[in-house]
């Protein structure tokens, strides 16, 4: 994977962003650039082992954790502070982070979830949810967490961060949980994030999850669970809005990058969307899900998302967008580029009958409006389906935009359309006849780009 230059580096470490405006930059460089970059060199910094801990993989290090950050909350309006893990295999529970600090992991650091689930603290569940995502009630606390932050970074020389989730795996497939599984990091009511050049295994449920967060970075991260575990997304940004992920590897259990915005009557009433997202250089493999995903919980809305440079194989779908009747909401404005697919079953899946609601208290006539979706230059190669593009009857998907897709399909009918309207040029194989209008100047609007979002050219 591509790894940013020195220089790049020392910059993403040291520097916060400002939250006032968000530019991107060139097509060949970052994306994930923000103007007006100020340069933080966190004046206070200590090992966590000048709090007691012992990186031996069996000492339970949460105690050490909580107070090594407990001390420096002190000098959070003294410029901040750095809590540096060095080389050793650091177990711990579930604990927060602090704004205007900054985590580093050594090379050869590993934080390691604990496997007792009395070290994972039970809390409320999100409001935009109203119940656990996998049980009703309440939901684990992830294992590095966070609420009302600003100027956060988690970063290092490539250090890991383990879940060990294979307990949680088993008691999901066995259907023991008491409570929903917890991620591996999120961070709510947050700005001004930055997750950076980290190595993230075995995440018990959705791996990096910003809540109802403005302007994360999530830059040169692996992302590493097996193809089999359940529900183990990659990066899920959700009623986050200014987000920007740049070259990360995701292989996992389930999407490897997934945009919410809330589930059904929570998600409408709490009404925070999902906005200005960039993907950009995203290679990874999922066996059961997809690469980008938007929903199935977007309630609450998704808009403006410009991905580009996305690579992957031997996965199950490449681009799905998922919802059903009673999300109500809406996902429009979406501009997705330059695919190259290898041993993919679906290309592209739009579906509006994907089920599933926290509770009977949702409105099945709270229709979802899908509209605005750009989709071009894509290339693959053993491909079995081309698309599968499901509207809802009575609720169109409209102004679905293909343009310069090629792919090498093995299925005798590569296109599975209904309840869609749309247009497209340079389409192979041919496209199903409800999105055969040809892409001509009086649709440009339809094929929508964002212009706000699309990388500057340097010419």
């Known amino acids: 994977m591509r790894r940013p230059s020195t220089l790049v580096n020392v910059v993403l470490v040291f520097a916060l962003f400002s939250c006032s405006t968000w530019t991107v930059w060139s097509r060949s460089g970052s994306l994930c650039k923000h103007t007006n970059f100020e340069e933080i060199r966190r004046p206070h910094s200590v090992s966590i082992t000048e709090f007691g801990a012992v990186g031996d993989g069996v000492t339970l290090n949460t105690k050490a954790f909580q107070n090594a950050i407990f001390y420096l909350n002190s000098f959070a309006d003294k410029g901040g502070a750095k809590l540096f893990v060095p080389a050793g295999r650091w177990l711990t529970g579930s604990f927060d982070l602090i704004s205007h600090l900054t985590l580093w992991l050594d090379r050869d650091a590993v934080i390691l979830g604990s496997t007792d689930l009395n070290d994972w603290p039970v809390i409320d569940p999100l409001p935009s949810y109203g119940r656990g995502r996998e049980l009703p009630g309440r939901r684990h606390k992830s294992l590095i967490y966070g609420d009302n932050l600003t100027d956060v970074i988690i970063t290092g020389d490539n250090g890991t961060i383990d879940g060990q989730g294979s307990i949680w795996w088993s008691m999901f497939k066995n259907k023991t949980l008491d409570y929903t599984r917890p991620h591996m990091v999120e961070l709510a009511n947050s700005t001004a994030v930055l997750i950076s050049n980290l190595t993230v295994l075995n995440s018990p449920f959705w791996t990096i999850h910003p809540v109802y967060c403005s302007h994360v970075t999530v830059q040169n991260v692996t992302i590493i669970s097996p193809l089999k575990s359940p529900n183990t997304d990659g990066i899920d940004p959700d009623s986050s809005d200014d987000v920007c992920i740049e070259d990360c590897y995701i292989s996992t259990g389930d999407d490897m990058i997934s945009i919410k915005s809330g589930w059904d009557e929570y998600g409408i009433a709490f009404g925070r969307p999902s906005k200005n997202i960039i993907i950009h250089r995203l290679t990874g493999q999922t066996q059961s899900s997809s690469g980008i995903a938007i929903g ?139 999105l055969k209008e040809r892409i001509i100047p009086d649709h440009s609007s339809e094929c929508y780009h964002l212009s706000n979002l699309e990388p500057r050219s340097n010419n």
């Open 296 to 434: 199935s919980e977007m309630s609450g809305g998704v808009s403006e998302v410009y991905a580009e440079d996305i690579r992957m194989f031997n996965s199950n779908n490449s681009i799905r967008i998922k919802t059903a009747p009673g999300r109500g909401g809406y996902v429009r404005n979406i501009y997705i580029s330059n695919v190259t697919l290898v041993n993919v079953t679906t290309a592209i899946r739009l579906t509006g009958l994907y089920g599933q609601h926290p509770d009977d208290g949702y409105d099945p006539n709270a229709r979802p409006v899908i509209e605005n979706i750009t989709i071009k230059n894509i290339i693959g190669d053993q491909i079995k389906n081309a698309g599968i593009v499901q509207g809802i009857e009575g609720d169109n998907f409209v102004n679905i935009c293909l343009s310069n897709i090629i792919l090498h399909v093995t299925s005798s009918y590569p296109w599975n359309c209904s309840n869609v309207q749309g247009y497209s040029d340079n389409v192979l194989p041919e496209v199903c006849v409800q």
